[in-house]
C-alpha cells in the first residue's frame, strides 16, 4: 500500500488525505501513518506551515495566513 | 478506579511456584499502558532504568487464580523498527526474555495507529494477546470495532476492555492466564510482503542460516535486514564471515526499495484488519465536513465559492466598517487636530503643523481605519477557525495547477496573502532553482495584509456604495496578473515538471469567540504599532518635506519631486500627489494613506470627502490599481535579495512590478476614462 502511495505521489498533483484514503481503498488516519513514514524514510517532507516560515517575520502576528493544515510535498 | 475483587485477594509476593507467568505489556504512548499497569500490580510495583539507559522500566507482581505473574512495562512504542531506544529496548526485552505472553495494549478509537506494533510483535517469538482497550472513547465517537471479527482476522485473541473504568480487565487475565498454559488457539496472521520480495527474504534467509547469534530468530533478523534496520545490519555484519557477509549485502544493495516494501505489507495488513473490524458511521462531523467539502473543494464550484466568500467579506467590512471609520475621522482626528491647533495658536506654525498636518493627519487618518480592519480581520480568522481557510488554499491550489504552476510554489504564494516577507522565505521549500526564482518573482503579486489594507481604506473613500465591487474586482485582477505571469514565465523557465503536494483538511467546527478575539486582537494590535512606529515617521518626512523649504504645500521639496515624476503619473491621470503616495508606499504600503492625509490637511475636513471631491472616478481607479500591483515593501525588495543573493534578480524583480503596475494603470485610466 505503501508503495501505492509513493506511485501516486510521484504522479504529481494535489491531494487532500480523504481523496489518497479514497483511492487506497483504506482510512484517512492509515496515510497520515503512511505519510509520516514516507517522511521519515525522506521520500516526503512536510511543508513548513506559516509559524515557522513566520519566525523572522516582524508582521508574524498579522499573518493571515496560518497554518492551512498539515502538508506534505515530494522532496525529489 | 475500581479493580475487580479477584484482583486484591492472595496479593502475596510468589513463593511456591517456581517461577512467575512472566507477562510484557506493550503499546504505543497515551493508549492506557500504565493504567493497566497500576490497576493490575497495585503497590506491588518497582521502578528504575533500562540497564545502560535513561528510559524508565516499571516492573509489578500479582496473583490471579493462584498464579503468581510477573508484569513487566515495555516502554511506549509506535514500531519496533530501531528508531529510537525505547523500541529497541521493546524488542530486545522480548527476543531475549521471551516473555510468556506479550500483552499488546491497543487504542480502539484509533486502531490504526496501534496496530502497527502489533504487525511487528506478532513476528516475535512471543504469544500476543490484544487488550483492544479504550472502547468506551470509540463508542463515544462513534466508531464502532468488533473484537470477535477483528480477532478472527489477526489470529490472536483479543479482549475488548476500557481500563480506566476497569472494565474487561478480569477478561484479559482469564485470556493472558489460558495463553500462558497453551490452551488458547494461537495462529496469527502475518503481513506478507510483495512476491518479488518474499523471494528475496528467502535468500537471504538461506544466506544467513546458521551464523544468527542466539536468542535472534533467523526469519525476523532476515525480514530486518531486508528493512535496513541499523542494528542488526551491524550485528550481522559482525557475526557473517566477509565474503558472506558481501554476498548478503549485494543482495541487499540490489533491492533497495525493499523498506517501502516490507512496511508496505504491514499497511496492506492494518488496512485489511481495519477494514474487517472497525464501522465508522458517516454521521455528524465527518459527514458534515464530506457534505460540505462536495462543493468548497470542488475544483470549479470550490474557485466561486472563494470568489463569493471574499465579496461578502468584503462587503461586510465596507457596510459596518465605513460608518464608524467615519465617525472616527469626523470626531477623533478632526476634534483632536482643532483642539492641537487651538492649544498651540500662539506656537510656532510649523509646530501646530508637525502635530496636527504630520502625526494626527498621516498616522492618526491610518489610526482611523482601524474599525474597518478590525472586522475584515475578524471575518479572515472566523473563516480559519471554522477550518475554511484549508479549504481556500486547497481549492487555491488546483487553480495553480490550472495555469501550469506546481504544488510546492502554492504554499509560499499563499503565506503572501499575509505578508510577501514570508512568502519569499518561503520559497526555500522548492529545490528547483528556477521554480525557485520563478515563485520569488510572483509573490510581490499576491496582494498582502497591508495592500488590502489600502484598498479597504481607500476604494469606499472613492467609490462609496460600489467598494466591495471594486476591491474584490482589485484582488481577481491581481490573481489574475499572477496567473498571467506564471503561466508566461512557466512556458519560459519551467519545462514541466510534475510536483506533488498533499493537505490534511481539518473537519469544520463551531467557532471559538475566544481564538477569533485573540487573533483580531494580535492583528489590529500590530497594525496599531506599525501606525505608530513607522507610519508616524513617515507622515512627520512626509510633512517636513511638504513644508519645507518656505512652508508651502505646492512649492515643497516633495511636490518639486512629484512634479518631476507627474508626467508619467498624468499617463494614468495621478497628479503629484497621488504619485509622491505611490512612491512612500515602498517604505510600507499604507504609507499611501499616511501621506495623502498630509498632503490634503485630512484633519481639518476628513480624507474621505476630499479625495472623493478631488478625483474623478477614473483617476481613482487607476491608482488602485496600480497601488496593488506596483513595487513591494522595502522589507519584501530586502528579502529578495536575500533569498535570491543576486542584486539582478532584484532589479528584474522590481522592474517587474514596476513594468506591469504602470501598464496596467495606463490601460485602466485609458479605458475607465472614455467609459
Known amino acids: 500500500m505503501l508503495d501505492r502511495l509513493l506511485e501516486i505521489l510521484k504522479a504529481g498533483g494535489t491531494h487532500r488525505v480523504s481523496d489518497l484514503a479514497h483511492m487506497l481503498d483504506t482510512t484517512p488516519a492509515l496515510v497520515e501513518m503512511m505519510l509520516e513514514d514516507l517522511s521519515r524514510a525522506g521520500y516526503v517532507k512536510p511543508v513548513a506551515t506559516c509559524t515557522e516560515a513566520c519566525a523572522s517575520c516582524s508582521l508574524a502576528h498579522s499573518c493571515i495566513s496560518t497554518q492551512p493544515g498539515k502538508a506534505w510535498t515530494l522532496s525529489q | 478506579m475500581s479493580v475487580p475483587a479477584t484482583l486484591r485477594e492472595n496479593v502475596v509476593l510468589p513463593a511456591v511456584q517456581e517461577r512467575p507467568i512472566l507477562v510484557a505489556l506493550a503499546g504505543q504512548p497515551n493508549v492506557g499502558k500504565s493504567t493497566l499497569f497500576n490497576l493490575l500490580t497495585g503497590l506491588h510495583q518497582h521502578v528504575g532504568n533500562w540497564p545502560g539507559k535513561t528510559v524508565e522500566r516499571k516492573e509489578g507482581y500479582f496473583t490471579f487464580n493462584g498464579a503468581s505473574y510477573r508484569l513487566v512495562d515495555l516502554p511506549g512504542t509506535y514500531s519496533l523498527t530501531a528508531n529510537s531506544p525505547e523500541e529497541l529496548i521493546a524488542r530486545e526485552f522480548i527476543l531475549r526474555e521471551r516473555p510468556d505472553v506479550v500483552v499488546a495494549v491497543v487504542d480502539a478509537a484509533t486502531l490504526e495507529r496501534s496496530l502497527y506494533l502489533v504487525a511487528e510483535l506478532l513476528s516475535l517469538p512471543a504469544p500476543v494477546v490484544v487488550a483492544l482497550n479504550m472502547m468506551d472513547v470509540a463508542r463515544q465517537e462513534g466508531i464502532q470495532v468488533e473484537p470477535e471479527v477483528l480477532q478472527a482476522a489477526l489470529g490472536v485473541p483479543v479482549v475488548p476492555m476500557s481500563a480506566t473504568r476497569g472494565v474487561g480487565v478480569q477478561e484479559l487475565l482469564e485470556t493472558v492466564e489460558r495463553m ?23 535468500v537471504i534467509g538461506e544466506q544467513i542460516a546458521g551464523y544468527v547469534p542466539e536468542p535472534y530468530p533467523r526469519d525476523w533478523v532476515a525480514l530486518k535486514l531486508l528493512e535496513g534496520d541499523p542494528e542488526i545490519t551491524r550485528m550481522m555484519r559482525g557475526a557473517l564471515p566477509p565474503e558472506r557477509w558481501e554476498e548478503v549485502h549485494a543482495v541487499l544493495r540490489a533491492h533497495d526499495d525493499a523498506q517501502v516494501a516490507v512496511a508496505s505489507g504491514r499497511y496492506e495488513w492494518i488496512g485489511r484488519m481495519v477494514r474487517a473490524a472497525v464501522t465508522r458511521p458517516r454521521i455528524g462531523q465527518i459527514g458534515l465536513t464530506e457534505r460540505l467539502d462536495r462543493w468548497a473543494t470542488h475544483p470549479f464550484w470550490g474557485l466561486v465559492i472563494l470568489a463569493g466568500i471574499l465579496g461578502v467579506v468584503f462587503w461586510l467590512t465596507y457596510t459596518m466598517g465605513a460608518p464608524l471609520q467615519g465617525l472616527l475621522e469626523t470626531y477623533l482626528v478632526g476634534t483632536l487636530a482643532d483642539g492641537v491647533r487651538g492649544l498651540l495658536s500662539g506656537a510656532p506654525t ?12 498621516g498616522a492618526g487618518a491610518v489610526l482611523t481605519f482601524l474599525p ?21 488554499a486547497y481549492v487555491m491550489d488546483g487553480f495553480m495547477h490550472l495555469i501550469g504552476l506546481h504544488g510546492k510554489s502554492f504554499l509560499p504564494l499563499f503565506l503572501g496573502f499575509g505578508c510577501n516577507v514570508p512568502a519569499i522565505l518561503g520559497t526555500r521549500v522548492i529545490e528547483s532553482r528556477r521554480a525557485r526564482l520563478l515563485t520569488i518573482l510572483l509573490a510581490p503579486m499576491v496582494p498582502c495584509t497591508a495592500r488590502m489594507a489600502v484598498i479597504v481604506f481607500l476604494a469606499p473613500a472613492f467609490f462609496g456604495p460600489a467598494a466591495p465591487l471594486v476591491a474584490w474586482g482589485l484582488v481577481l485582477l491581481s490573481l489574475g496578473t499572477l496567473a498571467l505571469a506564471g503561466m508566461a514565465l512557466n512556458r519560459t523557465l ?44 513617515v507622515s512627520i518626512v512626509i510633512w517636513a518635506l511638504s513644508y519645507l523649504p518656505g512652508g508651502d504645500t505646492e512649492s515643497s521639496y516633495l511636490a518639486q519631486l512629484g512634479k518631476l515624476l507627474e508626467p508619467v503619473g498624468r499617463l494614468m491621470g495621478l497628479d503629484w500627489r497621488l504619485t509622491v503616495a505611490l512612491l512612500s508606499s515602498f517604505i510600507a504600503k499604507e504609507n499611501s494613506i499616511a501621506t495623502l492625509g498630509v498632503l490634503f490637511h485630512a484633519s481639518e475636513e476628513g480624507l474621505a470627502n476630499l479625495l472623493a471631491a478631488t478625483y474623478p472616478l477614473a483617476t481613482a481607479l487607476a491608482f488602485l490599481v496600480v497601488q496593488v500591483l506596483f513595487i513591494p515593501c522595502v522589507a519584501t525588495v530586502a528579502a529578495i535579495r536575500q533569498e535570491t543573493g543576486s542584486w539582478r534578480w532584484t532589479v528584474f524583480s522590481i522592474g517587474l512590478s514596476l513594468l506591469i503596475s504602470l501598464l496596467a494603470g495606463m490601460v485602466t485610466f485609458q479605458i475607465a476614462a472614455r467609459v
Request: charged content about 20%; hydrophobic content about 50%.
Open chain 2, 180 to 202: 500462558a498454559r497453551a490452551d488458547l488457539p494461537y495462529a496469527p496472521r502475518l503481513p506478507q510482503i510483495r512476491p518479488d520480495h518474499q523471494e528475496v527474504l528467502e
Open chain 2, 350 to 361: 510649523w509646530f501646530s503643523g508637525i502635530l496636527a498636518d504630520g502625526i494626527i493627519g
Open chain 2, 372 to 392: 474597518i480592519l478590525v472586522i475584515f480581520f475578524a471575518a479572515m480568522a472566523f473563516l480559519e477557525d471554522v477550518g475554511y481557510m484549508a479549504r481556500a
Open chain 2, 494 to 537: 519551467f519545462q514541466g515538471r510534475r510536483s506533488a503536494f498533499i493537505m490534511e483538511l481539518p473537519l469544520y467546527h463551531l467557532p471559538n469567540g475566544r481564538t477569533i478575539g485573540l487573533s483580531v486582537w494580535q492583528r489590529s494590535w500590530a497594525f496599531v504599532r506599525k501606525a505608530g512606529t513607522v507610519i508616524l515617521i
